[in-house]
């Protein structure tokens, strides 16, 4: 696999965790530098691992992932996103905006957008190549994209004020839609 492949593959997989990124920065408008880091190194490197399992696993294990993937990272997603609607709706005192992100919060988000980097590391295993410059190539693109939204959402939230809750929690539920339609359809 070339060069050029593998950083194609690496922007696709790291787009949902960029998306995230940026929501999740927008949702906790105080994340400092420390955090915005923390939820990138953690993309980055969910983003990483998961090929190097899928490849790890080899076929005899895509059965039994491809039939749930979609739904672990809707299920994630969406209950994630759909507590920041609910959080944006509340108004005056009963809304309870996060000064940062939680360690399981950030977790749960990381884990949701690795999913397919999964499969990737499966096919990689078919299609017998090597992984170790794959998953690095595809955990530093993700990490470096993600810190970059982190950074954007938080110039975002400032402009727009309240909606940037509601937004957040839109495009989260709207990716988890997205992944699961996608699997849905393919199957």
């Known amino acids: 696999m070339d060069l050029t492949t593998i950083l194609l593959v690496a922007l696709g997989l790291s787009l949902d965790a960029v998306a995230v ?4 920065s927008c949702y906790a408008p105080r994340v400092d530098w420390r955090q915005a880091l923390s939820l990138s190194l953690l993309f980055g490197v969910f983003q990483a691992l998961m090929p190097l399992a899928g ?14 993937d979609h739904w672990v990272a809707f299920i994630l997603l969406a209950f994630i996103g759909g507590r920041m609607i609910v959080e944006s709706r509340r108004d005056g005192e009963r809304r309870k905006q996060p000064a940062c992100l939680g360690l ?8 949701a957008t690795s999913i397919d980097a999964l499969a990737v590391g499966l096919s990689l295993s078919a299609l017998r190549v090597g992984i170790a410059l794959p998953a690095l190539i595809i ?4 990490f ?9 959402g938080r110039r975002f939230s400032a402009r727009l004020a ?8 839109l495009i ?3 990716i988890g839609l997205k992944i699961l339609l996608e699997h849905l359809q393919a199957g």
């Open 144 to 152: 470096l994209l993600s810190l970059l939204a982190a950074i954007a």
């Open 172 to 174: 989260l539920v709207a």
């Open 104 to 111: 399981m919060t950030m977790l749960g988000l990381a884990l």
């Open 162 to 169: 309240g909606r940037a809750e509601l937004l957040g929690g």
């Open 55 to 68: 490849w790890l696993a080899g076929l005899g294990f895509k059965s039994l992932i491809a039939d749930v």
């Open 139 to 142: 955990g530093l693109v993700t």
């Open 21 to 24: 990124s940026l929501a999740s």
